[in-house]
């Protein structure tokens, strides 16, 4: 077996880095370190038909008739139970258990970072859609990158720092359908930033490979590391400037983050260091209501957001396998898989080319997403092999992240994600604050040509994807997979496990994930089948190995879901073995 990526090379070459410098059409990315089917791993390959319906899960679904909350940590779970107990709605729980990410998944999450959100209303049956992304600073041009000759965005530091828009998020959302007071909601968080909490095992598994890029700024490395390094499973882990900076918030609200002291301190210290945020730009933040998109899937309706937002990836490759009998694939696994990636592959090279901010583009989502085109995109499918990476469709127009869902007795729903975008984000840790910032700047393209182009003032490209699916217009599931470019494909994955192999919730999210990198470059999970593995290879599909010191787990998403029964209202939820999570209910 040769050697896995580097960290920097997966991230460069992986599809979300394919939307910000796309590969011209037919063009490989040189992927040399794939495992050659005689090494790939040895299982045992199941009965013909058995791998379909999925094997026992791990865990049982989780099942309750009151309210329902899932996260990817415990701790966080619980926060958000205890608020549907007390009296709390879905939004409530919501925004108590983003604050309690930020401080046990700080990795992942945080008031430096984006969120999106979609909100059902029961007693309505409205589906609303919150954009909490922030914007390019209006001090950085594309000049300054010609300037230093660089011709494609960074992967970390100041050069990539957007406006963190996921605290405007978050009182955007209680502001509209709340019910409890904003320091209600913060008091957990606040404790536990306080008096710490003990790291899980994952967590910091995920946490040793950035020992290096948080040692880069003095504040993130005082703030992150331990006696040098990632802490240890146990390691009760306290952020008392995080602490000190909720009660900032908690006092002051949108002000104290967007005009006040938190602000001032961010921009005092991106300043200092040669960065470019502004007081003028937090001044100007402001989250935006939209109207979902969506398609449907043999009778269920996936809800998507808008660009800037990735939503559309995953419309793009369910109308395409739409038209295709997945069924029929029962015996053959490996057409399967190949069917998957490859129409994965139609949909991503759309989604590189077209999604971009829409208040700087006009884009053709309407087009891209109708089930006409669909029809012309899915003839470029080849069943025998893996095809070149194709051109994006011709249209007729004019010119790390945490996800968690939670339902309440009334069966509101919200489904929420919130991120750094990288782990870590950009490294960088605005002095005495706690706080991490974004590096969602790297979201943007170089290429003056493209819709996606870095400019003043404009939201990037954006990976986070909260979604619902509606049946016979009536919500059936609030979900969603984390894990950046692997999130509209965890999307498909799950709803087409659930759909069309029958899979309870459970066996939906643990089953066996593809993800699509780049050219022909597929990263395979190492729970498929060798001889899978090894027929996928034979097609033409060159298998991703992780970068060296990260497991398969931490690259294939983390998903949580919570489904209505249709007939009795019963809630069941699952949460996802590839994080330290829990769905959990009353």
Same mark, same amino acid.
């Given at each position: 077996?040769?050697?896995?990526?580097?960290?920097?090379?997966?991230?460069?070459?992986? @599809? /979300?880095?394919?939307?910000?410098?796309?590969?011209?059409?037919?063009?490989?990315?040189?992927?040399?370190?794939?495992?050659?089917?005689?090494?790939?791993?040895?299982?045992?390959?199941?009965?013909?038909? =058995?791998?379909?319906?999925?094997?026992?899960?791990?865990?049982?679904?989780?099942?309750?008739?009151?309210?329902?909350?899932?996260?990817?940590?415990?701790?966080?779970?619980?926060?958000?139970?205890?608020?549907?107990?007390?009296?709390?709605?879905?939004?409530?729980?919501?925004?108590?258990?983003?604050?309690?990410?930020?401080?046990?998944?700080?990795?992942?999450?945080?008031?430096?970072?984006? /969120?999106?959100?979609?909100?059902?209303?029961?007693?309505?049956?409205?589906?609303?859609?919150?954009?909490?992304?922030?914007?390019?600073?209006?001090?950085?041009?594309?000049?300054?990158?010609?300037?230093?000759?660089?011709?494609?965005?960074?992967?970390?530091?100041?050069?990539?720092?957007?406006?963190?828009?996921? #605290?405007?998020?978050?009182?955007?959302?209680?502001?509209?359908?709340?019910?409890?007071? #904003?320091?209600?909601?913060?008091?957990?968080?606040?404790?536990?930033?306080?008096?710490?909490?003990? +790291?899980?095992?994952?967590?910091?598994?995920?946490?040793?490979?950035?020992?290096?890029?948080?040692?880069?700024?003095?504040?993130?490395?005082?703030?992150?590391? +331990?006696?040098?390094?990632?802490?240890?499973?146990?390691?009760?882990?306290?952020?008392?400037?995080?602490?000190?900076?909720?009660?900032?918030?908690?006092?002051?609200?949108? %002000?104290?983050?967007?005009?006040?002291? &938190?602000?001032?301190? &961010?921009? %005092?210290?991106?300043?200092?260091?040669?960065?470019?945020?502004?007081?003028?730009?937090?001044?100007?933040?402001?989250?935006?209501?939209?109207?979902?998109?969506?398609?449907?899937?043999?009778?269920?309706?996936?809800?998507?957001?808008?660009?800037?937002?990735?939503?559309?990836?995953?419309?793009? &490759?369910?109308?395409?396998?739409?038209?295709?009998?997945?069924?029929?694939?029962?015996?053959?696994?490996?057409?399967?898989?190949?069917?998957?990636?490859?129409?994965?592959?139609?949909?991503?090279?759309?989604?590189?080319?077209?999604?971009?901010?829409?208040?700087? @583009?006009?884009?053709?989502?309407?087009?891209?997403?109708?089930?006409?085109?669909?029809?012309?995109?899915?003839?470029?499918?080849?069943?025998?092999?893996?095809?070149?990476?194709?051109?994006?469709?011709?249209?007729? +127009?004019?010119?790390?992240?945490?996800? #968690?869902?939670?339902? %309440?007795?009334?069966?509101?729903?919200?489904?929420?994600?919130?991120?750094? #975008?990288?782990?870590?984000?950009?490294?960088?840790?605005?002095?005495?604050?706690? &706080?991490?910032?974004?590096?969602?700047?790297?979201?943007?393209?170089?290429?003056?040509?493209?819709?996606?182009?870095?400019?003043?003032?404009?939201?990037?490209?954006?990976?986070?994807?909260?979604?619902?699916?509606?049946?016979?217009?009536?919500?059936?599931?609030?979900?969603?997979?984390?894990?950046?470019?692997?999130?509209? =494909?965890?999307?498909? =994955?799950?709803?087409?496990?659930?759909?069309?192999?029958?899979?309870?919730?459970?066996?939906?999210?643990?089953?066996?994930?593809?993800?699509?990198?780049?050219?022909?470059?597929?990263?395979?999970?190492?729970?498929?089948?060798?001889?899978?593995?090894?027929?996928?290879?034979?097609?033409?599909?060159?298998?991703?190995?992780?970068?060296? *010191?990260?497991?398969?787990?931490?690259?294939?998403?983390?998903?949580?879901?919570?489904?209505?029964?249709?007939?009795?209202?019963?809630?069941?939820?699952?949460? %996802?073995?590839?994080?330290? *999570?829990?769905?959990?209910?009353?």
């Amino acid at each position: 077996m040769t050697n896995p990526l580097s960290r920097r090379e997966f991230l460069e070459i992986s @599809a /979300c880095a394919s939307a910000m410098t796309s590969l011209p059409p037919g063009e490989s990315p040189g992927l040399s370190r794939t495992e050659p089917a005689s090494s790939a791993a040895d299982q045992a390959a199941p009965p013909p038909d =058995q791998w379909f319906s999925g094997s026992m899960a791990g865990r049982s679904v989780s099942r309750a008739n009151q309210g329902m909350v899932a996260t990817s940590q415990p701790l966080a779970s619980q926060v958000g139970l205890e608020i549907l107990k007390r009296g709390g709605n879905a939004v409530d729980a919501a925004i108590a258990v983003a604050a309690m990410l930020n401080v046990t998944e700080p990795n992942m999450t945080g008031i430096g970072g984006d /969120c999106f959100a979609m909100i059902y209303t029961a007693k309505t049956g409205k589906l609303d859609a919150l954009n909490a992304s922030g914007r390019c600073p209006r001090a950085l041009t594309m000049d300054h990158f010609a300037a230093k000759k660089i011709t494609q965005m960074p992967l970390s530091g100041m050069d990539t720092i957007t406006v963190p828009g996921a #605290f405007d998020g978050w009182l955007t959302v209680l502001e509209k359908y709340g019910t409890m007071k #904003f320091a209600d909601l913060m008091a957990p968080a606040i404790a536990y930033a306080e008096n710490g909490f003990p +790291v899980m095992e994952k967590i910091s598994a995920d946490w040793e490979p950035e020992v290096g890029k948080l040692k880069q700024d003095p504040a993130a490395s005082a703030t992150f590391l +331990v006696d040098g390094g990632a802490p240890k499973p146990g390691t009760l882990f306290t952020q008392k400037n995080l602490a000190r900076t909720f009660r900032t918030l908690v006092k002051g609200g949108r %002000d104290a983050y967007y005009r006040g002291e &938190i602000a001032k301190a &961010i921009v %005092d210290y991106c300043q200092k260091h040669g960065g470019f945020l502004s007081m003028e730009d937090f001044a100007a933040q402001k989250s935006n209501w939209v109207e979902p998109i969506s398609t449907t899937y043999h009778g269920y309706a996936l809800h998507e957001l808008p660009p800037n937002n990735q939503g559309l990836t995953a419309l793009l &490759i369910l109308n395409i396998l739409e038209g295709i009998d997945l069924k029929a694939m029962r015996s053959d696994p490996a057409l399967y898989y190949h069917t998957l990636i490859e129409a994965t592959k139609i949909a991503f090279a759309d989604r590189n080319r077209y999604i971009a901010d829409p208040a700087f @583009a006009k884009l053709p989502v309407k087009e891209l997403i109708s089930k006409e085109y669909a029809v012309k995109r899915r003839a470029l499918l080849d069943p025998k092999k893996a095809i070149d990476t194709p051109r994006y469709g011709d249209l007729n +127009v004019g010119s790390d992240t945490t996800y #968690f869902t939670v339902v %309440d007795k009334d069966r509101n729903a919200v489904s929420f994600i919130n991120s750094l #975008f990288n782990s870590f984000g950009s490294g960088i840790v605005a002095g005495e604050t706690g &706080i991490i910032l974004q590096n969602r700047g790297t979201g943007f393209t170089l290429d003056p040509n493209h819709p996606n182009k870095l400019e003043p003032g404009k939201r990037p490209f954006h990976t986070l994807i909260p979604a619902m699916v509606l049946k016979d217009g009536k919500l059936l599931m609030s979900y969603g997979v984390m894990g950046g470019d692997i999130q509209a =494909q965890g999307h498909t =994955q799950v709803l087409v496990n659930l759909v069309d192999r029958g899979m309870n919730l459970q066996q939906a999210i643990d089953a066996p994930r593809i993800r699509y990198i780049s050219g022909k470059g597929v990263m395979l999970e190492d729970t498929l089948p060798s001889n899978v593995i090894a027929d996928l290879i034979q097609r033409g599909h060159e298998r991703v190995l992780p970068p060296e *010191g990260i497991k398969h787990r931490a690259l294939m998403g983390g998903g949580q879901a919570i489904m209505i029964d249709p007939d009795t209202g019963a809630l069941s939820g699952a949460s %996802d073995p590839r994080k330290d *999570g829990v769905a959990i209910g009353y």
